[in-house]
């Protein structure tokens, strides 16, 4: 018998996104839960990201009057993510139980206390294929008042984009110039943010908001949260997993768990040797991944058995680092540039080879597998002078004047021509005008031949909603012309050990690991190799989580 120094009904490695929404579960009935986080800071990835969940068939839906149901989101994720054995995350058991219990999740929290609203204009990434919704299936949390934490508010993780704006607003903010509604915006956000100073409020929104909403509820139950708990180990007797050794004050510690162990601990994206192993070509370098994705305890869920599936598979990307973004948190994506209009990507060549306005993960996938080809990793972004003007460029606003560092470090390059821009990035002179001028061609005809882009209500939402007649597609033709280098880099990876429908860890040969649980991207994605729409990392983090706990509890009933 294992001598403990403290004992819990739950136990759950990482603060993440799922860890929370367990403990409240187990909270409500009636067990002790214990979130141990390795950093100083509470909230994961999730924290940072832009807090949004991919929730069939959700209560937001039915107020706006958007059809859906389980069956349609399952049509779609039947399609999209089919039957694979080389998926067992993904298995056509598990993407039921995740459409069956996401709402349900949702409902449960909404009882919690937290409170969420839809994102009404965030088309599903696949909108085209049968069940997949044009509206798109998001939810996320309200804006939050960090101050509300208490001593607590320094210690939440804070993420991206800072303003008092919700992702609707945000999305608009960009157009301030084209559009009397996008002024208004940005006015509203402006009085809002002011008067949050007045009122002495702190107001944040996206993964901040969801992660300091969650904590919130989360103290509130009672859940015992401790930060620099870093968890080393987990504790087997008698065949199951009862606990785990983490460190207090700099001395071992071990935790008893009566009803198990959840495993939320996020990915490896922080981790070289995982990603070279698993993930050739990818950096640690390129991801937007928390510091503490650094994938030990999916290798200590394979010491005790864990079987393990796509490994492979992130959550790409797209980014473009200039000099001195290196090393920040946040890199400027390339996601808006290349899926604006007057904007393609091109590998080293000089040819295009997909459609930009992609998924994240897609993207970030074709890029790897053209570069198992051909040399594309990075590629190039190529654009003319009118989207220099029009959009915004590595973090950088519309039509500013760009470092001189960007050009001194070969990241921009430029040419009066075409031709003039190829030599500058080493590429055939007839090859990039040839691509140019059948890129061109498309967007005269207003259909992309080859790759179809701009045919998706998603292309359309990630374009330029002012551009006629196609928001995505515009001609490269006013010189000079620009190139900046595309990297596949990620927000996260998506591959981990394989679980059930209970969220209980599996052996190779299907076999459980008794007592052991695991959500988020700890664990092989339940979406497969597919990114379905905005929030398909944060949502499964939260459903199984719910299932995790929901399943310990009443197991030990
Ligand atoms: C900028 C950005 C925007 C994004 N936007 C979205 C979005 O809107 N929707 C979406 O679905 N996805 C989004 N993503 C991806 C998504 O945020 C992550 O994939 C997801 O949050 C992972 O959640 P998780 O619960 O698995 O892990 P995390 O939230 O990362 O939590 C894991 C926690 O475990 C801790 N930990 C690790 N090891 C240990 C250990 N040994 N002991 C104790 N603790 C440990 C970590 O420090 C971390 O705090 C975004 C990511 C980024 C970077």
Redesign the pocket.
Known sequence: MQDFNETFDFVI???????MCAALVMRERGKSAIV????D??????????????IPNNRFLKRDRVEDSFEKASLYLDILVGDNDDTPGASRERRSTYLAHAPEMIEFLIGQGIKFDRVRHWPDYNDELPGGLEEGR?V?AQLFDINRLGPWRDKL?R??LPLPATNEEAFELPYYKQSWRSKMIVLKVGIRSVLARLTGRQLAA??TAL?GRMLEAALAAGVDIRTD????ELIVENGKVAGIL?TRDGKEWRIGARLGVLV????FACNQEMRDRYQPGTSKNW???????????IQ?MMRHGGAIAQMEEM?G?QLTIPPGAEQAQ?KPSAQALTGSPHCILIDRAGVRYMNEAGSYMAYCQGILARDRQVPANPSWAVFDALCMRRYMVAGTMPGSKKPQSWYDSGFLRTGETVEDLARSIECDPAQLSATIDRFNRFVRNGRDEDFQRGDRAYDRWLGDPFHKPSPSLGTIEEGPFYAIPVVPGD??T?GGVVTDVHARVLREDGSLIEGLYA????TASVMGRSYPG?????????VW?YVAARHAAETAQ
């Open positions: 490695v990482g603060s993440g996104g799922g860890s141990l986080e390795k950093t800071m509470v909230g994961g990835t999730t924290a940072l990201s832009g807090g949004v969940m991919w998001t996320t993780r993420g991206f996206r993964g992660q708990h870093p968890v080393s983490t939320n601990a996020g990915g991801t937007m991944a928390a510091e503490g994705d650094t994938g030990e305890m200590e959550i990307h946040f927000v996260g998506y959500t988020g991207v700890s905005g929030g398909a990392s944060v949502g499964p983090s939260f989580g």
